[in-house]
């Protein structure tokens, strides 16, 4: 079975641009989340996905977006882009449903590691 | 809030001796906790969780981990470690009831010296 599988590895882009990341679940999950990660500020919850639809959202500004597709595959957007924003962006997928989900276990892809130069 | 403390950033351990990697949690209501593993340049692999009745839960790769609701801790352990075991290491809890939004302790960066 196919683990999380997580596009591209690795970016560059220049601050003020804009940079798409995206996210295929393991087969069967509904639930996709993404975190980021920085060595300062550690692993930063972003926002979760079920069936297309925002459920959670965590403490970052407007320009982080998502969105979640028919399929469960996720993308996320930074728009103008700062040099903070750097870091590695990681997403996870679990089988968490609205009974169970508390106590499911997630599966994170290898991120992206995204710099901004 | 619920929030997950890792006093050690650091733990260093002979291979063959046991480890521990501790946690810490605050939790309102029922803590649900995990562990996970982190190597250079991947993601976080799951080793073991607590969701109810044993203390003692069993993972991945040999490791268990120890729930402790009077001291709040869910420390990791192994008996015998291997140099293969040196990876950076985090403890989570969950954060609500439907969402995945976990919350990650800081990382102990665990080297297993041969």
């Known amino acids: 079975k196919a683990g999380v599988t997580q596009t591209p590895r690795y970016l560059i882009k220049t601050r003020g641009q804009q940079v798409t990341l995206s996210c295929s679940p393991i087969?069967?999950?509904?639930?996709v989340s993404w975190y980021q990660q920085t060595p300062g500020q550690g692993l930063q919850f972003l926002f979760e996905y079920f069936s297309e639809t925002q459920r959670n959202k965590g403490n970052f500004p407007g320009r982080f977006s998502g969105r979640q597709f028919s399929n469960s595959r996720s993308e996320m957007n930074v728009s103008t882009l700062e040099l903070g924003d750097s870091a590695l962006y990681l997403c996870?997928?679990?089988?968490?449903?609205?009974?169970?989900?508390?106590?499911?276990?997630?599966?994170f892809g290898q991120g992206t590691r995204l710099t901004v130069v | 809030a619920q929030s997950v403390a890792q006093p050690e950033d650091q733990v260093n351990v002979a291979e063959g001796n046991p480890l521990t990697v501790k946690c810490t949690y605050s939790v309102s209501g029922n803590p649900y906790l995990f562990w996970y593993v982190q190597y250079p340049n991947r993601g976080l692999q799951f080793l073991l969780k607590?969701?109810?009745?044993?203390?003692l839960v069993k993972g991945s790769y040999g490791f268990e981990a120890e729930f402790n609701k009077s001291q709040t801790s869910f420390h990791l352990k192994k008996p015998s470690a291997l140099v293969s075991d040196s990876a950076l290491y985090f403890c989570a809890v969950r954060e609500d009831n439907y969402g995945q939004n976990f919350v990650f302790g800081p990382g102990t960066r665990l080297s297993v010296l041969p």
């Open positions: 996870a997928s679990s089988l968490a449903l609205r009974a169970t989900g508390r106590g499911t276990e997630a599966f």
């Open positions: 087969s069967g999950h509904r639930s």
């Open positions: 607590y969701i109810t009745g044993d203390n």
